[in-house]
């Protein structure tokens, strides 16, 4: 386990992990996919290629068993026993794969709020030209958030979709719990985008009963 | 310009380009994603990693310079002069920006063949669930398939999707230039699939005025 020290201490513990991005020698404070990368992901990225060049058709196997370790390290961080993870490249990608498993015809109509990021945002932008209903409840005030989106699930959603840290104000997201329970009541899919607090957060998915 | 004794010779004149693949000691008889990488796409993966250790958020200038390079080579190989490429990780991904750009409520009918791979049949397989009409005319016999094409197009139609190698059986499709004159009088979008023709067979977009 790392001390608060050796964290404090310049360069810090983590520093030689981070070499190829030399945080040791200049301050990164943007966070997630801007922040810096370790060196051992470009090890990883390295020894993709070689699997590929050895083993051509034969490679899936060591991608998949790969694959399989991150989805593992996903469910750790969330404290998740589901274990069911896709992978995707960007956000965009795995929205559009949600979307694409919903019901709209017979549920046209989909709950979201005024502070989500821009996959979410655009790709309904583009359903609500298409006539599906897209409501936008206020993200703020956080006190009654619940309340107003409970109010909104009916027979007739789809789904809701609504970040667990809002990435126009950096303000925590209150418990689903409730949420998910109205959604469950109602047949309605409960997507939560967590891409701003993975990782820098603590979320955890037996906590908030999900 | 690289003569035919140059590459009947063993190991072939290409062959020091593909070390990584080993191409001189074993013989790789599979096509597009599946065939022998050259060493330079390992460079130019390395080359990426850097460029967003070094510069990190200043990286994507560089990243859309690299970019317009992989486009310019599209366009000169396909002889075509308008410029227009998405690039994307995969055909599913391409198909679904596709579709996605469609006015499917005013249109509800797609037509394409009974041989197209997976990517796009998957997809209007889903879109035949929520009530689109898929419309898949047979592939062959061949002489008669630009015809028969032809004959389903309406105004009800919002897209044609075709290869113009299919996949299970190899077979080159006809030029599609009456069939693109038809999509165009009806306001119907054509999409042509090259995953097996590009780089293998030419493909002229002036020549089949398209």
Chains 1, 2 share one sequence.
Not at 84 to 113: D, K, M
Not at 114 to 138: M, N, T, Y
Not at 148 to 170: C, H, M, P
């Amino acid at each position: 386990m790392l001390t608060a020290d050796q964290l404090y201490h310049s360069p810090n513990v983590l520093a030689e992990y981070y070499r190829q991005f030399r945080v040791a020698e200049r301050l990164l404070l943007t966070g997630h996919s801007h922040q810096a990368w370790p060196d051992v992901a470009l090890h990883g990225m390295e020894k993709c290629w070689q699997d590929a060049a050895t083993h051509i058709d034969d490679k899936w196997e060591r991608a998949f068993a790969v694959a399989g370790q991150v989805k593992a390290s996903f469910a750790t961080l969330l404290h998740d026993h589901s274990g069911y993870y896709a992978l995707g490249q960007n956000s965009h990608e795995l929205v559009v794969r949600f979307l694409s498993a919903l019901a709209l015809r017979q549920r046209p109509r989909l709950i979201t709020t005024d502070s989500e990021f821009h996959s979410i945002r655009r790709q309904l932008d583009r359903l609500a030209e298409e006539g599906i209903e897209i409501v936008r409840v206020p993200s703020q005030p956080l006190a009654t958030l619940v309340a107003r989106l409970n109010e909104q699930v009916n027979s007739k959603t789809a789904a809701v979709l609504i970040s667990s840290v809002f990435y126009d104000s950096g303000l925590i997201c209150p418990p689903l719990t409730e949420l998910m329970q109205r959604c469950e009541q109602n047949g309605v899919e409960l997507l939560i985008d967590l891409y701003h607090q993975l990782n820098v957060v603590p979320f955890d998915v037996e906590v908030q009963g999900l």
